[in-house]
């Protein structure tokens, strides 16, 4: 059984920072891939930001290209992402997900709410 724990989310006014952070837990031999996903009110959940464990490669939607960076940290199972110049249009509930294997579903964390307002 894998455990994923997500935090980090919290009230930022526009252009301001924030890191979310997810760990993973429990029966992991390797760990494939971590992502970022988020979902706002009457909206699909989208794949923000994501991270091949091997090799560290990332993906970015369009939209956060140049503002948010994901990281990780093998030892630790765990991964970030490091959000600068918010925008409103940021606020969401934000999920990660973790994947032991490619074909995967993954485990979701339970999610962290942005809300970016001033």
């Known amino acids: 059984q894998v455990h994923v724990v997500d935090s980090g989310g919290g009230l930022v006014q526009p252009g301001g920072s924030l890191r979310l952070s997810c760990r993973a837990s429990g029966s992991i031999f390797s760990i494939y891939f971590m992502g970022w996903y988020r979902q706002a009110p009457g909206k699909q959940r989208e794949l923000v930001a994501s991270i091949f464990f091997s090799g560290g490669s990332t993906n970015y939607v369009d939209s956060v290209k140049g503002r948010f960076t994901i990281s990780r940290d093998n030892a630790k199972n765990t991964v970030y992402l490091q959000m600068n110049s918010l925008e409103p249009e940021d606020t969401a509930m934000y999920y990660c997900?973790?994947?032991?294997?490619?074909?995967?579903?993954?485990?979701w964390g339970q999610g962290t709410q942005v809300t970016v307002s001033s």
């Open positions: 997900n973790v994947r032991l294997r490619a074909a995967s579903s993954g485990y």
